[in-house]
Nanobody, 121 residues
Framework: QVQLVESGGGLVQAGGSLRLSCAASGTIASINAMGWYRQAPGRQRELVAAITTGGRTNYADSVKGRFTISRDNAKSTVFLQMNSLKPEDTAVYYC???????????????WGQGTQVTVSS
């Protein structure tokens, strides 16, 4: 079994900051990439930021310059530092990992349970 456990969501005023964390554990052989997605009510889930094992990053245009993704490979943990938050950042944020499990051949997507981020105006 593979688990992704998120933490760090909450309520913050516009202009504030939050830091999300996600730790992967279980029958993990290797992790290719980790990232964060978000889903606001009535909208599709969208990529926020992703990072490869080598440290290459990718950001949604809407968060560039405000959010920073980082990763601790030794601890299979990914972080999302969110600064200058806006009300439109309000959503459920999901951790994602593309990894190879000892149990199943091949690399697959795994998801966390989601953490709510609410930005008040």
């Amino acid at each position: 079994q593979v688990q992704l456990v998120e933490s760090g969501g909450g309520l913050v005023q516009a202009g504030g900051s939050l830091r999300l964390s996600c730790a992967a554990s279980g029958t993990i052989a290797s992790i290719n990439a980790m990232g964060w997605y978000r889903q606001a009510p009535g909208r599709q889930r969208e990529l926020v930021a992703a990072i490869t094992t080598g440290g290459r990053t990718n950001y949604a245009d809407s968060v560039k310059g405000r959010f920073t993704i980082s990763r601790d490979n030794a601890k299979s943990t990914v972080f999302l530092q969110m600064n200058s938050l806006k009300p439109e950042d309000t959503a459920v944020y999901y951790c994602n990992a593309v990894l190879v499990s000892w149990v199943v051949a091949g690399a697959y997507d795994y998801w966390g349970q989601g953490t709510q981020v609410t930005v008040s105006s």
